[in-house]
């Protein structure tokens, strides 16, 4: 029991200074974390919402390390015996510290992305700086971590050495590391210039690989298709630098959808024509911009009428498409089935 209070006497060893250092922090940290919390029940603010759903756990580490760091390097500069302690509450400093920043930059980007609208029917920027804010937070969690490492390595004499011999003989292996991290390096400087170029972006209707379906995912070094039966088609991301492929809504999400008509050569054109408008007025999957029913080709045994219509957006392009045909073939089925291809046979005697 004697042993047990000459550890605790704070003359003699940092232990109940520690202790008392952590114990405040801990309590500064929770009266912080629920005036958060409070303000974020209360008000609708998008910063203090954010900072409550992804600060507070990290909260409960910075606030006590600090102080605790801030005792040990005070004491030690007393008691050299104890140099361990603020080697030691440093490095975790340094770690959490290193937590606390990718935190503050995952609610950046929640702010930021919060400010898009996706609602909207032309919804092209939004998705446009989504993709960027996407990358951007990648590359820079990347980089706060490499830096954290590095403070980490060179806060210690003994680590520092090696690190000074490894800079030292960086030449000698930078040609070897180039080679072999040679395809890691073109897929991320791949995935720089397509987040600033953009040839792609989040929810884009792309045609890849013979395949029809949107943008889900772009991440460093590869990138997922959502292909419209649910499949998912995964693709290194140097694909779409190095490859041709159709992006539908590169620089809008309206489309123009097509419905084809092989039709006798009795058609009345005209009447097509305009039942055809007819049938996009009673639609909202038309956007109103435009539309034409032409005769796009013939051949011997009939003609080729094609229905051009304008929708906001891919996937109602495709339902419009296959609304107009629908109602095309009842309406010519009931006003004019002669219309519809036959062939003709011609018996010689």
């Not at 060893?13 to 974390?33: D, K, R």
């Not at 290193?98 to 609602?119: A, Y």
């Not at 991320?188 to 013979?210: M, N, S």
């Not at 008509?261 to 038309?286: G, Q």
Request: glycine share 4%; charged share 20%.
């Amino acid at each position: 029991m004697n042993y047990f209070f000459e550890l605790l006497n704070y003359k003699n060893t940092p232990w109940l200074i520690l202790f008392l250092a952590g114990v405040i922090g801990f309590i500064i940290s929770i009266v912080v974390i629920k005036l958060i919390k409070l303000t974020a029940s209360k008000k609708d603010w998008v910063v203090v919402r954010a900072v409550s759903q992804n600060l507070t756990n990290v909260l409960c580490f910075f606030v006590p390390l600090v102080l605790i760091t801030t005792v040990t390097k005070t004491y030690s500069l007393s008691h050299p015996d104890y140099e361990w302690t603020h080697a030691i509450s440093k490095t975790m400093l340094i770690a959490v510290t290193t937590w606390l920043m990718t935190r503050i930059v995952i609610i950046i980007e929640k702010i930021l992305i919060e400010q898009l609208d996706f609602e909207t029917e032309d919804n092209n920027y939004a998705r446009r700086m989504f993709t960027k804010i996407k990358f951007i937070k990648r590359i820079i969690i990347i980089l706060i971590i490499l830096i954290g490492v590095s403070i980490l390595l060179l806060s210690f004499d003994s680590v520092r050495q090696y690190g000074i011999g490894i800079l030292t003989s960086a030449g000698i292996f930078s040609v070897i590391i180039g080679f072999a991290a040679q395809k890691s390096l073109g897929n991320l400087l791949a995935g720089i210039q397509i987040a600033f170029t953009q040839p792609i972006k989040i929810d884009d209707v792309v045609i890849v690989e013979g395949e029809w379906g949107r943008i889900e995912e772009i991440n460093l070094t590869y990138v997922v298709v959502n292909i419209w039966d649910l499949r998912r088609l995964v693709l290194p991301i140097t694909y779409f630098i190095e490859k041709p492929f159709q992006n539908w809504t590169r620089n809008e999400s309206n489309l123009i959808g097509t419905a084809f008509f092989n039709l006798n050569y009795n058609t009345p054109v005209d009447k097509l024509r305009t039942k055809l408008e007819e049938i996009l007025l009673s639609t909202p999957l038309w956007d109103g911009r435009s539309f034409a029913l032409q005769v796009t080709d013939t051949n011997a045994q009939w003609m080729v009428v094609r229905a051009i219509m304008s929708a906001r957006s891919s996937s109602q392009a495709f339902d419009l498409r296959c609304y107009v045909r629908e109602k095309m073939i009842e309406y010519i089925i009931q006003e004019f089935p002669d219309a519809l291809p036959s062939f003709r046979v011609e018996e010689k005697g």
